[in-house]
Every structure is written in C-alpha cells, then in structure tokens.
C-alpha cells in the first residue's frame, strides 16, 4: 500500500463509491460536525490509532461497547479461544448459559434472558414479546430516547408530535408508527388500557446525557401497574454501564423486561432481552411469540460478554465512577474558565457534554444547545489527539483504560480547546 492509499481521505472517498455515505453507521460520517472521518487501525486501551498513524485518546469506545478498553487482553484470549473451536453452531453452547446466569445473578428483574445480536433486535423482540404477553397494541416511547432503528421505535417526534405517529424516517409507513405514542421524557404520561408497554432509556443517553428526574422512573412503574402495561427498561447504554446492576441497580426501580446490549456483547455484535420469567415464556419455542437468530448467542460473542462481566466487580464501578466525577468537574471548570457555561452532567461512570448553560431534562432542552459550539469544541479536541464521538447528542464512555493521567490530560486538552471555541 502507498502512504496515499493510507490516508482517512483516500479511504473515505473510495469508501463513499462502496459504501453509502462511506459509512456503516451514519454518526460516523461527521455530518455534524463536518470534516473527514479517521479510519481507525487498531486500538489499545483508551487510545485508537488511525491509518495515517495519529493517535488519539478514544472517548468513543465503540459507543460503549468495550468498556474495558481496546484489545483487552482477556477479551481478546477469550474470543481467540472460542474462535479456534467454532465460529458458529446452530446448537446451543454452554457460554449461552453462563452468560445468561451471569446476567440473571447481577439485575433482579432478569429471571430468563434470550440474546440476539444487536440492540435494535432486543429491543424490538421485547416490544412483540409485550404485544403478545399483554394482547394489546400500544407502545409508549419518549421523545429523545433511542431504542435502535426497527421502524415502529424509529420515531423521533418533538413534544408536539406527541401521539401523532409521525414516522421518523423515510421508508418507514405511518401504519408501522400508528401503535407508537411518542411523550416528553421525564414526565409521566397519563396511559391507557390499550397500552402494552412503556419503553424507555432509564437513564437517557442518546440526546446527550438526561438523567431521570426523581419520581419520574418511579411514577411509570406506578402508571403501568394501574393499567396492565409492562414497564421495558432499554439498558442498551446503561446496563453494566452506570453501575454492576445496570440502572435498575442504580436507581431501584424494578421493570418487567430489560434490553441489553453494547457492554454485553465486549465489543462483538450483541443484544439481549430478559425479565419475568413469566413474560418470558410467551417467546417461542415455549410461547407464542416468535423470535429467533442463526448467530443468536453466537460463541465468539458470548465469550467476549462472559469476559468482560467477570471483569466488572462492584469496585469497579465504584473507583470508575470516582474517576469520572472529577473528570466530569475538570470538565466544567475548563468550560467555565474558558467563559463558556457548558455543562457536564454525569450518571455513574457516564458523562456527557452539554453545550447550552440550562442542564437539560428532556428533549426540547437537549436539542436547545449549541450544535456549532460542539463542532468547534470536536475538531479543536481532534486535533489535539482526543477523539470525541462526532455528534452533539452522544456521550462519554470512559471504562477501565481510562486512568486519572489519560482524563487529565483530557481535561488540560479542553482547557485550550474551549479557550479556542470561545476565542
Ligand atoms: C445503541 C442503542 C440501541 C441499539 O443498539 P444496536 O446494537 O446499535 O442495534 C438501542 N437502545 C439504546 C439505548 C442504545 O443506546
């Protein structure tokens, strides 16, 4: 290969005639914040590597999906072990098991679990999975909250289109979002008895960082109770993530089923959902609602997931979670003395920049920040070797790589950074 061939920009353009918009995941792409996307070569730790040989300290960590870091080497030994017995069965293998113990021994709520391989696949399977346990039609989803890109969740709908159903993309029909009901995020909405579950981010993290606010959580679980809806955590982000019992642990609000994803999976394709082992049994082969996958529970993935729950220890938690408030506060004061009111809220070990001076608590909120302020802030930290995700919705996943000296030099990196943005 030549140094041309190496280089982000050669490899985006040949990517955009392949591949639409260059990318497999459009965040990718940097439309928010223009520029050209890195090609990462290999990563280590808290730190990935792009073609062209730069090195950056890596807040993205795949959307947090490796929280232990790049290339771990337990996650790696693990994987490369599986992988030399077998790639895939189509039968099933004792790693199911242990990670389905693992994750039922860890969050109360979770007495069965069935994987998949993606978020957006749990998430819709414990939406039918709900239909079909309750025999209604009715799926109630906040705007701001991400729940993956099955057409009945991918509606995004401000507070005003609450209800409405307006489908939140191309190609995807009003009769598919007819049953959604889009509400404000930490407000309760008032359901009704056609209503078969309220699916939500316990703690949102796909419109920059919302926390709940007290009482919201509890006040669903109350309103599913009195009208027979089930309560769906989707702890895609969260699980094993703000604490060892994922949100449920944190928070202390019990739902009926749970969405799983990301950490689970270590860093390989993975999804899961689980609760009451009631609601459970309607899925097939038990039950009458079907749901199924050829690389379901696949081996490489389970190993990877096995790996690194072992790895998770409530003193893990713990300390990551201490190192992140005084990162989070290192943060705010290079954003305040930079002049520049920005927020920086924080939930366990995630944290999030809000660039506005109001800490949201919904969607309206979140999206009232300042979009080009983020973009300046992103390429001023790119260019000096921190590679923040490329959106002003998403958050920081610092895990177990991310030591006090790599999030100190973080915070020193934005201190110039937003100087220059305020300059
Ligand atoms: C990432 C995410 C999903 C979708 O998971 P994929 O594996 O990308 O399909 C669903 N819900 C939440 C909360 C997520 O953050």
Redesign the pocket.
């Known amino acids: 290969m030549t140094d041309h061939d190496r280089s982000n920009a050669d490899l985006f353009d040949r990517a955009c005639r392949v591949i639409p918009g260059g990318v497999n995941s459009p965040v990718r792409a940097f439309g928010a914040v223009g520029g050209t996307p890195y090609f990462v070569e290999r990563g280590e730790g808290a730190h990935v590597w792009d073609v062209e040989g730069t090195r950056y300290i890596d807040m993205v960590q795949s959307?947090g999906a490796v929280i232990l870091g790049h290339g771990h080497p337990v996650v790696v030994d693990a994987v490369s072990t599986a992988a030399a017995d077998g790639t895939s069965f189509g039968a099933p293998t004792e790693r199911e098991v242990l990670l389905a113990e693992a994750v039922c021994a860890r969050v109360p709520s979770v007495e069965k679990l069935r994987m998949v391989s993606?978020?957006?696949?749990a998430?819709m399977s414990a939406m039918r999975v709900a239909r079909g346990f309750t025999g209604r039609r009715k799926v109630v989803k906040f705007a701001g909250n991400?729940?993956?890109?099955s057409d009945a969740l991918l509606v995004q709908g401000g507070t005003a289109m609450a209800s409405l159903g307006i489908p939140g993309s191309a190609g995807v029909t009003e009769h598919a979002v007819a049953d959604t009901v889009v509400a404000p995020y930490n407000v309760v909405p008032e359901l009704d008895e056609d209503v078969a579950c309220v699916m939500v981010?316990p703690v949102a993290?796909?419109m920059g960082l919302v926390a709940p606010i007290p009482g919201f959580l509890e006040g669903l679980r109350a309103e599913c109770d009195r009208v027979g809806a089930l309560l769906v955590f989707?702890e895609?982000?969260s699980g094993f993530r703000v604490g060892w019992a994922g949100a449920e642990g944190l928070l202390g609000v019990t739902p009926d089923l749970t969405?799983f994803?990301?950490v689970i999976g270590g860093g390989l394709p993975v999804?899961a959902y689980g609760g009451r082992a009631d609601v459970m049994d309607v899925v097939a082969p038990v039950g009458p609602v079907y749901q199924a996958g050829t690389l379901s529970g696949n081996p490489l993935a389970t190993a990877a997931g096995l790996a690194t729950l072992d790895m998770l220890t409530p003193t893990f938690y713990e300390q990551l979670s201490g190192r992140v408030a005084c990162f989070a506060a290192g943060l705010t004061s290079a954003f305040s003395d930079a002049g520049l009111g920005w927020q920086v809220p924080v939930v366990g070990t995630l944290s999030g920049i809000f660039t506005g001076t109001e800490a949201p608590t919904d969607y309206a909120g979140a999206t009232a920040c300042d979009e080009q302020g983020y973009a300046s802030f992103f390429h001023a930290m790119l260019r000096r070797g921190v590679a923040l995700a490329p959106g002003a919705y998403e958050v920081m996943f610092c895990g177990l790589a991310h030591t006090d000296a790599v999030l100190d030099r973080v915070i020193e990196t934005a201190a110039l950074a937003a100087a220059e943005v305020a300059a």
């Open positions: 959307y993606s978020g957006t696949e998430t991400y729940h993956g890109h981010e993290a796909n989707d895609v982000i969405c994803g990301k999804g």
